[in-house]
């Protein structure tokens, strides 16, 4: 594959995974049940990692860290899997109090990403005032316009992280990557939040490939925010991942109903969780094939 | 008044939640909440709020309002989560949630039950409701009125009310009523009942104390148009039934 003379960042999940390192900081990208990297999520489960604060609009890639005890703190402003509005998991986490949480609105959360992003110590936002997001995160400050309206506004601090996963349709073995979906998410200000980012994708390409594919708006994220690129394909499953596939609603059930009940959680792990990445789509395909 | 084959709750409900848009303009509905306020939004818009911006529930601002569960077949518009946010602040923005619990002042909760620290029950987390309601026009459809989600306190303020800064609470749309908050210290009133429902029942199942005018009226029908576009056009397979416990 022609990179142009650029050194290869293509790396394995396992990789990724390894170069975790308990306690640090790490951003997810994609939203709720949507173009999670969800291949890099499950190569985490797999190491000793722990201690992890979690920057996510959260789906099943926060249920399934929770559930294999990874998470100190979580930062986020919901959890869902779209379709299926809760998550087990994350909601046994809160209600056992094994996490912390920090809880913000949607977009006092972007505007964390995007002071994190641009290197700012805050953005200001009046998004958050009279609520009780402001009651169970006291360390948040305001600030005062210093114009006329003197107006008060929530001064939310960068969301840095030391670390970021996203996962896009398309990258080149550079880091350059393509989104071809109705909508980028926040991937690209957590590429640009973190120190390092890691993007998976559904295939690799050919930089030249990338016009073929989309229009030139579509390369969300470049290669100076990139440290690294994995081909995983079906990787976001069973997240939605337009245009490539959907969301696959009815794993997401069967995720659901096992992760309600710890004896079909426990058969669920066995299943689909005690293997490497082939292992799981191995597996998936397995069940798909039963259940038509 | 209608000729049609009996007129359901679920319809009466919708176009309770389309007549929250009355007025509207050229903004963005963003009827989250469900099937009913969906469908109303896009009735509204179908019929006397031509002008109203809708999705097709994903990031498609649609040239026309489409059938709940289909596509845009044609976009007049992008409107990604980001933007959607943006919006928020710029406030051209009508919402409506479903809340989890709310007060007599329209505080809602949508994120836990119980203490926050550790929460009886973890919903889905505040959401975008702390700016929604801060800033924008914010309604809400309750599907299933009770004591339960009208209540006298809510354990997480997750949508600022009038007594918190709220820039409009509209109204509520439930399956018994629609309330606003239409009194002096803006608490909530019964505006009307829906055909079948007695003010009693209301009252029953609101767990703070409502301000009930002496004369309280009856929810409107939707009229033969307005069927006829639910019914054909916006919702032929029904999914507004589902949604409201018969």
């Keep these: ?292 | 008044m209608s000729t049609l084959t009996s007129i359901t709750r679920a319809e009466v409900c919708a176009a309770a939640c389309a007549d929250l848009f009355r007025g509207d303009g050229e903004i963005v509905a963003a009827a989250v909440a469900g099937f009913v306020p969906m469908l109303g939004s896009r009735l509204a818009r179908a019929t006397f709020e031509p002008d109203l911006l809708t999705t097709d529930g994903g990031p498609a601002l649609s040239a026309e309002p489409v059938p709940l569960g289909r596509p845009a077949a044609t976009a007049e518009g992008w409107l990604p989560f980001r933007d959607h946010l943006w919006l928020v602040l710029n406030g051209r923005r009508h919402v409506v949630m479903g809340p989890s619990q709310i007060d007599a002042h329209g505080n809602t909760n949508i994120s836990c039950i119980g203490d926050w620290e550790r929460p009886a029950r973890q919903l889905l987390g505040v959401r975008g409701g702390p700016g929604n309601t801060l800033l924008n026009t914010t309604s809400y459809w309750v599907p299933k009125h009770s004591t339960r989600v009208f209540t006298e306190k809510v354990d997480m303020v997750s949508g600022v009310g009038w007594d918190r800064g709220a820039h409009e609470i509209r109204a509520v749309v439930s399956n018994l009523a629609v309330l606003d908050f239409g009194t002096p210290d803006r608490r909530m009133r019964l505006r009307s009942v829906h055909p079948g429902v007695r003010v009693e029942d209301v009252v029953a199942a609101t767990g703070f104390e409502l301000v009930v005018p002496d004369e309280v009226p009856e929810t409107r029908l939707p009229d033969d148009e307005e069927l006829r576009v639910m019914r054909e056009v916006l919702d032929p397979k029904g999914l507004r039934e589902r949604e409201v416990p018969a």
């Excluded at chain 1, 890639?61 to 100190?72: E, M, P, S, Y």
């Excluded at chain 1, 990139?226 to 696959?248: I, L, Q, S, Y």
Aim: net charge negative.
């Design chain 1, 1 to 292: 594959m022609s990179n142009g003379g650029t050194t290869s960042k293509v790396l394995s999940p396992e990789e990724v995974a390894a170069s975790l390192e308990s306690g640090m900081t790490l951003g997810i990208g994609g939203w709720g049940s949507r173009r999670k990297p969800m291949a890099l999520v499950r190569a985490i489960l797999r190491t000793p990692v722990t201690d992890l604060t979690v920057v996510s609009y959260g789906g099943p890639d926060v249920g399934l860290l929770c559930a294999a005890g990874k998470v100190r703190r979580l930062v986020t402003a919901f959890v869902t899997m779209d379709s299926v509005p809760l998550e087990p998991h994350f909601r046994n986490a809160r209600q056992t109090g094994s996490i912390e949480l920090t809880e913000y609105d949607e977009g006092m959360f972007m505007f964390g990403l995007y002071a994190a992003a641009h290197r700012l110590p805050f953005l200001p936002t009046p998004a958050g005032l009279g609520s009780d997001v402001m009651r169970v995160n006291p360390e948040l400050k305001t600030v005062r316009s210093p114009y006329e309206d003197g107006r008060e506004l929530v001064a939310v601090p960068a969301l840095t992280m030391d670390v970021a996963l996203v996962h896009m349709n398309r990258a080149d073995s550079r880091g350059n990557a393509q989104y071809l979906g109705p909508d980028p998410y926040m991937d690209d200000l957590f590429a640009k939040a973190a120190d390092r980012t890691y993007v998976s994708c559904e295939r690799l390409v050919d930089t030249a490939d990338f016009a073929k594919e989309g229009p030139l708006q579509s390369l969300l994220i470049s290669r100076a925010h990139v440290a690294g690129v994995v081909e995983t394909p079906n990787g976001a499953h069973f997240t939605d991942c337009a245009p490539d596939f959907g969301r696959d609603e009815a794993f997401q059930k069967l995720y659901a109903q096992s992760a309600a009940d710890p004896d079909k959680w426990a058969a669920f792990q066995d299943r689909f969780l005690s293997g490497d990445e082939a292992a799981y789509q191995d597996a998936v395909r397995a069940w798909q094939e039963e259940s038509r």
